[in-house]
């Protein structure tokens, strides 16, 4: 079936150094991406986005690059900050108007 | 800062009854939403709505569910007979459009006993 899934389940940095979270989907026509932060006990927050005629969309410190060839989406945090420490989703957005979230990446900054 | 709102943060309910889970979206957001998540699992969508109905609808949003708008700021999802897998945490979101930030709400947390 169609899914949106996360390479790695946990990923642990250095405070101070660049961390890159990866996702790979497989709906070839899905036409919006988007990267949100979750801490524990609150709501996904959005953190970046990237439509489906870009290749890269920079944030304050947030990368999104997308790879549309392997279908595979990154978010590159830089200077990553202990209060970056969170789960992490990619969502696509499918035909009409339906999000779908990957299972998620536990980021944790060690200081 | 505008935010979203959604009460009550805990309901707990016996299996078989009705809930209802009440959110109130950013005010000039047309775009408006229902996710869950099962404790330990990734968001699930539910339901998008828009212009006062229905723009999509996943395979969990089945005839025991629905959403409705009553009175252009309360955006309430409707469980009509809750089960003990309905137990999750339900998060509404909005956005102005539909290519556009979506703002989610802190959740309710729902318990079925």
């Known amino acids: 079936g169609e899914s949106v899934g996360l390479h790695l389940p946990t990923l642990s940095v250095q405070e101070g150094d660049n961390s890159i979270i990866n996702c790979a989907y497989s709906?070839?026509?899905?036409?919006?991406f988007i990267w949100y932060k979750q801490e524990s006990g609150k709501g996904p927050q959005f953190i970046i986005d990237?439509?489906?005629?870009?290749d890269k969309r920079q944030g304050q410190r947030v990368t999104v690059l997308l790879n549309k060839t392997v279908k595979h989406l990154s978010l590159q945090i830089a200077a990553t900050q202990p209060g970056d420490s969170a789960v992490y989703f990619c969502?696509?957005?499918?035909?009409?108007?339906?999000?779908?979230f990957g299972t998620g990446t536990s980021l944790t900054v060690i200081p | 800062e505008p935010e979203v709102t959604q009460t009550p943060s805990h309901q707990v309910t016996q299996m078989g009854q009705e809930v209802i889970l009440r959110c109130v979206p950013i005010?000039?957001?047309?775009?408006f939403y229902w996710y869950r998540q099962i404790l330990g699992q990734k968001v699930e969508f539910l339901v998008s709505?828009?212009?006062?109905?229905?723009?999509?609808k996943s395979e969990i949003f089945d005839d025991q569910f629905s959403v409705e708008r009553p009175d252009g700021s309360n955006f309430t999802l409707k469980i009509r007979s809750t089960k003990l897998e309905d137990s999750a945490m339900y998060f509404c979101?909005?956005?102005?459009?539909?290519?556009?930030?979506?703002?989610f709400g802190p959740g309710t947390r729902l318990t079925v006993l």
């Open positions: 709505f828009y212009n006062n109905e229905i723009s999509e």
């Open positions: 709906n070839s026509a899905s036409d919006y």
């Open positions: 990237i439509r489906s005629n870009m």
């Open positions: 979101a909005s956005s102005v459009w539909d290519y556009n930030e979506q703002f």
């Open positions: 005010s000039n957001h047309l775009y």
């Open positions: 969502a696509e957005r499918k035909a009409g108007n339906q999000f779908y």
